[in-house]
């Protein structure tokens, strides 16, 4: 079983499309994440939630919104795409309390191209 | 967030140990020390951390400094699967795991 699994793995969309990504976890985490890594390879974090509450919201574009129907999901809606959104896009969870000991699992990335 | 100062690049030969530095002289007390790796097309993987004292585990072993400023990622036999980039991350209670550059490691059989 993949502790947590994302997708679509790869996506490739026009510019000015709304797509989104979804992300699962099945560790029984509380906390999930949403990084990004650009062609530089640079991995930025983008938002956690909580308990399904958004606790970190990093200085993202209002075109991309994070939805936590449950703990253990995290999707990512992008709205009107752009060439820059270009980019892997990973999800994460932890436990919050205690992610200082046990860290945070990443997922194996979604690759947005925009075209 | 404290930063943490890591070398671009080192090189390796296969089955000999490596050694990863890592610096941090503005850690805080409560910041634990993470590891993490990233593998070609794959997300990071956690590796190791500690606070005070040396770890070990299957993977790698840490070795920290007593003044806790700087800490050492130990690889005890490389293998050519170790190729990665290598985050060194510092973690307090109320922040959240930020990546610096990290350091790619080449293993040459």
């Known amino acids: 079983d993949t502790a947590v699994s994302q997708t679509p793995k790869y996506l490739v969309t026009q510019m000015g499309n709304d797509k989104s990504i979804k992300c699962e976890q099945n560790l029984g985490h509380d906390t999930m994440y949403w990084y990004k890594q650009d062609s530089k390879k640079f991995l930025k974090i983008m938002f956690s939630y909580n308990n399904k509450e958004l606790i970190i919201n990093e200085t993202v574009p209002n075109r991309f919104s994070p939805k936590s129907p449950d703990k253990a999901h995290l999707n990512l809606h992008i709205n009107s795409l752009e060439l820059g959104d270009s980019a892997v896009y990973f999800c994460a969870s932890s436990h919050w309390g205690t992610r200082t000991n046990y860290g945070y699992t990443f997922g194996s990335g979604t690759r947005l191209t925009v075209v | 967030d404290a930063k943490t100062t890591q070398p671009n690049s080192m090189e390796s030969n296969e089955e000999e140990p490596v050694h990863l530095p890592c610096n941090h002289s503005t850690i805080s007390g409560t910041d634990y020390i993470h590891w993490y790796r990233q593998l070609p097309s794959q997300g990071p993987e956690y590796v190791i951390h500690?606070?005070?004292s040396n770890v070990n585990n299957r993977m790698a072993s840490l070795a920290i400094a007593e003044d806790r400023k700087s800490s050492t990622l130990i690889l005890h036999r490389a293998t050519l699967r170790d190729a990665a980039v290598y985050y060194c991350?510092?973690?307090?209670?109320?922040?959240?795991?930020?990546f610096g550059k990290g350091t790619k490691l080449s293993v040459k059989p």
């Open positions: 500690g606070l005070t």
């Open positions: 991350i510092l973690l307090g209670s109320q922040g959240n795991l930020i």
